[in-house]
């Protein structure tokens, strides 16, 4: 079936404007987590939902990050006022189950912000 | 908090040849798992092979064996008969099972280079 997809695949803005990133997970997944991978820093978590609910939102950086998912499949990733070191590869990742089960990774949408 | 640690930053191998990618972590957790992702240029993260802290047996997955040795914390990579697509970023990883915790966290990465 269909993989974890992610749009846009690259996205280019201007420091202080926002940004939205898109994640659909593999259907039938409840689990989705999104990270975000930079030169400086390697691969970070950012939030994990179960559902449409957030458990764990420990590794959002700063309140200009937000993220929602509706219907219990799509998710958004929101980046206000982008700052030049949110340039990075934002993953997503959905799973069947929370704990035990394996994480299916999307190809990333890379941010540049000029 | 977990912690992982790849302290190979680049290897190389030849084609046909075997290498082995190295990586330890550092947890206080009895239950666990650990994972080695592979991310080619594409940028796509694939899982290459899985292990349960709780299984004393090495997870294979064809060309691709680890080695868990649970009281040193050590969860090495070989690949056998390296091939030209096995070229990418290696990234070894720890999800803890506890329920809450439901991130993957990864060490630094291996850039694998195998030659012709």
């Known amino acids: 079936g269909a993989g974890v997809s992610q749009s846009p695949s690259n996205k280019v803005t201007e420091k202080g404007k926002d940004v939205e990133l898109r994640c659909d997970p593999i259907?039938?997944?409840?689990?989705l987590y999104w990270y975000r991978q930079s030169l400086g820093q390697g691969l970070e978590f950012l939030i994990y939902f179960q559902g449409n609910s957030a458990p764990d939102k420990s590794g959002l950086p700063s309140d200009r990050f937000s993220a929602e998912r509706t219907g219990g499949s799509v998710s958004t990733l929101t980046i206000q006022r982008t700052q030049q070191e949110d340039s990075a590869v934002y993953l997503c990742?959905?799973?069947?189950?929370?704990?035990?089960?394996?994480?299916?990774f999307g190809p990333g949408t890379r941010l540049l912000v000029l | 908090a977990q912690t992982v640690t790849q302290s190979q930053p680049e290897m190389s191998v030849q084609e046909a040849e075997t290498v082995t990618l190295s990586c330890t972590y550092d947890?206080?957790?009895?239950?666990?798992?650990l994972f080695w992702y592979k991310q080619p240029p594409s940028r796509q993260m694939i899982l290459v092979i899985r292990q349960e802290a709780y299984k004393q047996q090495n997870a294979t997955e064809n060309r691709f064996s680890v080695n868990f040795q649970k009281a040193a914390k050590s969860f090495s990579l070989k690949i056998s008969d390296s091939q030209l697509g096995d070229a990418a970023m290696y990234f070894c990883?720890?999800?803890?099972?506890?329920?809450?915790?439901?991130?993957?966290?990864f060490g630094k990465g291996t850039k694998l280079t195998v030659n012709p």
């Open positions: 990742a959905s799973s069947t189950y929370r704990g035990r089960e394996t994480q299916y």
């Open positions: 259907s039938g997944h409840t689990a």
């Open positions: 947890t206080s957790e009895s239950d666990y798992y």
């Open positions: 990883a720890y999800r803890s099972v506890q329920g809450g915790s439901e991130k993957l966290v």
